[in-house]
């Protein structure tokens, strides 16, 4: 005779991919999200269900509050990271891919973005435009009245739209752009890379401090080429590279001697790259081992 679980339980596990990409859109750091999430069970345990109209807005609820109070403690974190700091990158699987919008929300261009939100706008922004929520649930979540959230959800709009890839991406351009990535690192020749290369395209490394990266953004395809040009002959040890789905898009994930040394995503605006995006940060690519579920 199979044991049941609690009703408790229950509405947490149906609806706890939601809440992880809801913390992970809002922080950026699936290690992040998993905490939110714990913390997000321990408060919905002591919920008397009787008084939840709609469990998945509460359940949203708690975790955007507790998203908001990490993603201040994380602001100040970023303050003393070294070097650039990126997304974690999540090994997604296909079929997210399919799904357009949920796909460009958990992008790595996009999760840069709305990096450039305050927290408030953040969430306010996710919760309506990625998850579609009313109004009125959101104001509940971050406190603030249905009007207030209105104003906040426009200006986001409006700040996003101006920042983020211009155009829809296609996967087969995606594709393109990662392959002519693979040949330069596995052939040394850069010129299929270049010719994809935006001149004002920006490289990010994000080490850590932990392993070498570029310190500051390498801004245009000139410098770009020659960093590349120049680090590419001496990776030493035996390099595969193998082309996956990272954060619903077509990406690289480098290994040297067998070891995952880097993940390389792209973003794509009028066919051109203009930003490589290279996670170097061990504590960074704990989860590429696996398939990460999000969902909306």
């Avoid at 809801?22 to 922080?27: G, Q, R």
């Avoid at 714990?38 to 507790?66: C, F, H, K, P, S």
């Avoid at 974690?88 to 958990?106: I, N, Q």
């Avoid at 990535?181 to 850590?208: C, H, I, N, S, Y």
Wanted: hydrophobic share 45%.
């Amino acid at each position: 005779m199979s044991e049941r679980t609690d009703p408790a339980t229950e509405a947490f596990v149906a609806h706890r991919n939601l809440l992880f990409t809801v913390a992970y859109e809002m922080l950026g750091s699936a290690s992040d999200a998993e905490d939110v999430l714990q913390e997000t069970w321990l408060r919905w345990t002591g919920v008397d269900l009787a008084t939840v109209e709609n469990q998945r807005a509460y359940l949203v609820r708690i975790t955007t509050r507790q998203a908001l109070t990490r993603l201040r403690t994380l602001g100040r974190r970023k303050e003393s990271y070294v070097g650039p700091w990126l997304p974690e990158p999540l090994l997604t699987a296909p079929d997210v891919a399919e799904d357009v919008e949920l796909a460009e929300s958990v992008s790595m261009a996009m999760l840069l973005v709305l990096e450039t939100l305050a927290p408030t706008e953040r969430a306010v922004f996710v919760l309506r435009e990625v998850f579609d929520l009313g109004y009125d649930e959101i104001a509940e979540a971050v406190d603030k009245t249905p009007a207030a959230v209105r104003q906040i959800a426009h200006r986001a709009r409006a700040h996003v739209a101006a920042r983020r890839p211009r155009g829809t991406v296609t996967s087969a351009e995606s594709r393109e752009a990662v392959a002519a990535f693979r040949r330069a690192v596995e052939t040394g020749d850069l010129q299929g890379l270049l010719d994809k290369l935006a001149p004002d395209v920006v490289l990010l490394g994000d080490g850590g401090g932990v392993v070498q990266a570029v310190l500051r953004p390498i801004v245009g395809a000139d410098r770009v080429s020659r960093l590349l040009a120049a680090g590419l002959p001496r990776i030493a040890g035996a390099v595969s590279v193998e082309p996956t789905q990272v954060n619903g898009s077509p990406a690289l994930i480098v290994r040297i001697d067998g070891r995952v040394d880097n993940v390389v995503a792209v973003r794509i605006d009028d066919g051109l790259i203009t930003g490589l995006y290279i996670v170097r940060n061990p504590d960074k690519l704990s989860r590429i081992g696996q398939e990460t579920a999000v969902s909306r």
